[in-house]
């Protein structure tokens, strides 16, 4: 069977896109993101994302993602601006678009070519919205968590999603994949975690590497960008209401920390190639 196809990416975030609006989501979908996602057998990419029909009344259309690993996210913040930016070229042509998503439904208004603004929502520090256990009750901001036998300071945001966000002295130099691994499936983050690693450039510019679970290090990671800010915001490094320009292995993510612990995030959607695939 052929399966039609967009390839897009946001920061080097780059994914599958399906058009699922009228047939729904492939059955065998979490094989098939396996399959199709796999680096130098197949298509290549760090899931898919089904671009759905929309469930809330007035939305323009809903996102589905499944990882590399066939297993299903709740958001991801590159990938919703891309689906806005599909939308947007095939005949969804309005400044601003609503799209659900499995962390609720998300504003995105375009600010140019091929670049769209984000509304987020509000982000928790709480153990409870993340998961989180053995960490106790309060805010996790500044806390000590064991990995391997090494204490690091971690400050634990959910944005729709949860994220360990840690400060490290020199981003390039570390091995994620020695140590991704055990952030991902630590035992006190019992839906597993997404871990990102940061270096503070000034109090308005940040170098981040991102290992997400269920698809490895990424290049770029939205709603890690999004947790990254808000952590250090958090610790009093990263100014809230100013934009914080976080540079990625696939490129800049802007964001800002609005009252409320609302999160504003820009950056690109980029249409690489639309191809045909055999499943």
């Given at each position: 069977?052929?399966?039609?196809?967009t390839?897009m990416?946001?920061?080097?975030?780059?994914?599958?896109?399906?058009?699922?609006?009228?047939?729904?989501v492939?059955a065998?979908i979490?094989a098939?993101?396996?399959?199709l996602s796999?680096?130098?057998?197949?298509?290549?990419?760090?899931?898919?994302?089904?671009?759905?029909?929309?469930?809330?009344?007035?939305?323009d259309?809903?996102?589905r993602?499944?990882n590399?690993?066939?297993?299903?996210?709740q958001?991801?913040?590159?990938?919703?601006?891309?689906?806005?930016?599909?939308?947007y070229?095939?005949g969804?042509?309005?400044p601003?678009?609503?799209?659900?998503?499995?962390?609720?439904?998300?504003?995105?208004?375009?600010?140019?070519?091929?670049?769209?603004?984000?509304?987020m929502?509000?982000?928790?520090?709480l153990?409870a919205?993340?998961?989180?256990i053995h960490?106790?009750?309060?805010?996790?901001?500044?806390?000590?968590?064991?990995?391997?036998?090494?204490v690091w300071?971690?400050?634990?945001?959910?944005?729709?999603?949860?994220?360990?966000v840690?400060v490290?002295?020199?981003?390039d130099s570390?091995?994620?994949?020695?140590?991704?691994?055990?952030f991902?499936?630590?035992?006190?983050?019992?839906?597993?975690?997404?871990?990102?690693?940061?270096?503070?450039?000034?109090?308005?510019?940040?170098?981040?590497?991102?290992w997400?679970?269920g698809?490895?290090?990424?290049?770029a990671?939205?709603?890690?960008?999004?947790?990254?800010?808000?952590?250090l915001?958090e610790?009093?490094i990263?100014?809230?209401?100013?934009d914080?320009?976080?540079?990625?292995?696939?490129?800049?993510?802007v964001?800002?920390?609005?009252?409320?612990?609302q999160?504003l995030?820009?950056?690109?959607?980029?249409t690489?190639?639309?191809?045909?695939?055999?499943?």
């Amino acid at each position: 069977m052929k399966l039609s196809f967009t390839k897009m990416q946001g920061c080097a975030n780059d994914y599958i896109y399906l058009d699922c609006r009228a047939s729904g989501v492939p059955a065998d979908i979490a094989a098939l993101a396996q399959r199709l996602s796999a680096r130098h057998f197949s298509v290549g990419a760090d899931g898919i994302i089904c671009i759905c029909a929309p469930v809330t009344p007035g939305a323009d259309g809903r996102m589905r993602i499944f990882n590399a690993d066939g297993s299903e996210a709740q958001m991801c913040g590159n990938g919703v601006r891309c689906v806005a930016e599909w939308l947007y070229t095939h005949g969804v042509e309005k400044p601003v678009l609503t799209i659900d998503t499995n962390s609720g439904v998300k504003r995105i208004s375009r600010q140019g070519a091929q670049l769209w603004q984000v509304e987020m929502g509000a982000y928790s520090t709480l153990p409870a919205d993340l998961p989180a256990i053995h960490m106790g009750e309060g805010p996790l901001v500044d806390q000590p968590l064991t990995v391997e036998g090494k204490v690091w300071k971690v400050t634990c945001i959910s944005v729709g999603n949860p994220h360990c966000v840690t400060v490290v002295e020199d981003v390039d130099s570390l091995k994620l994949e020695a140590i991704g691994p055990a952030f991902e499936h630590h035992a006190n983050f019992p839906e597993r975690i997404n871990t990102e690693f940061v270096q503070v450039v000034d109090a308005a510019h940040l170098k981040m590497r991102v290992w997400e679970r269920g698809s490895g290090e990424t290049w770029a990671c939205g709603t890690g960008t999004c947790a990254t800010v808000a952590a250090l915001t958090e610790l009093g490094i990263c100014p809230a209401g100013q934009d914080i320009h976080v540079q990625l292995r696939g490129g800049e993510l802007v964001i800002r920390v609005l009252p409320g612990r609302q999160l504003l995030m820009t950056g690109s959607a980029v249409t690489v190639y639309e191809g045909v695939a055999e499943v």
